[in-house]
T-cell receptor, first 113, second 112 residues
Framework: DQQVKQNSPSLSVQEGRISILNCDYT??????FLWYKKYPAEGPTFLIS?????DKNEDGRFTVFLNKSAKHLSLHIVPSQPGDSAVYFC????????????FGKGTRLHILP | DTAVSQTPKYLVTQMGNDKSIKCEQN?????MYWYKQDSKKFLKIMFS???????INETVPNRFSPKSPDKAHLNLHINSLELGDSAVYFC???????????FGQGTRLTVV
């Protein structure tokens, strides 16, 4: 039972353009969402998060949008850079339960020169 | 300085063997975790420890036994290894729960 779904296993984007990574979730109780970035042979690193009281959170080139009614969030990277090539994991959790987080399967982003 | 370090990075072993993966964090975090990323690429939590006490045990076979000698270390011992145990195992730590965890580089375990 996939509670967090990333339906695109991979995505290719031209350098300088916008990268949009999508994520859907099924549990309406989730109230905190995160994106992690993972390079090969390294562990995931935290990128950006958003709580359910917001619909947008921005940090430099990275913006996460949350649509609670659609149970959908997306990560926008503008402009895309070669170093952004990595696997991006969407994750969801409950803020009042700091014990576990549900991860998606990840989307591999390729930034093309 | 590596914040969360786990050893070994690669581990190839035969079915039936017992092996351990070590994890250490120098961030002063209270909570440590073990995650498993299987062939389907899902990252699933296995265990979490808070100040050396087990908090989560997510339906993991009892062949897997975490050991936390102190809050900076959480080792994973696996008995009687099976083919299905082949995966990448990630250690992680956090101060405010999993919501912002720091991960180690992973240990790729291959059981042959």
């Amino acid at each position: 039972d996939q509670q967090v779904k990333q339906n695109s296993p991979s995505l290719s984007v031209q350098e300088g353009r916008i990268s949009i990574l999508n994520c859907d979730y099924t549990n309406s109780m989730f109230d905190y969402f995160l994106w992690y970035k993972k390079y090969p042979a390294e562990g995931p690193t935290f990128l950006i998060s958003i709580s359910s009281i917001k619909d947008k959170n921005e940090d430099g080139r990275f913006t996460v949008f949350l649509n609670k009614s659609a149970k959908h969030l997306s990560l926008h990277i503008v402009p895309s850079q070669p170093g952004d090539s990595a696997v991006y994991f969407c994750a969801a959790s409950l803020m009042n339960r700091d014990d576990k987080i549900i991860f998606g399967k990840g989307t591999r982003l390729h930034i093309l020169p | 300085d590596t914040a969360v370090s786990q050893t070994p990075k690669y581990l190839v072993t035969q079915m039936g063997n017992d092996k351990s993966i070590k994890c250490e964090q120098n961030l002063g975090h209270d909570t440590m975790y073990w995650y498993k990323q299987d062939s389907k690429k899902f990252l699933k939590i296995m265990f979490s420890y808070n100040n050396k006490e087990l908090i989560i045990n997510e339906t993991v076979p009892n062949r897997f036994s975490p050991k936390s000698p102190d809050k900076a270390h959480l080792n994973l011992h696996i008995n009687s290894l099976e083919l299905g145990d082949s995966a990448v195992y990630f250690c992680a730590s956090s101060q405010q729960g999993v919501l912002r965890a720091f991960f180690g580089q992973g240990t790729r375990l291959t059981v042959v």
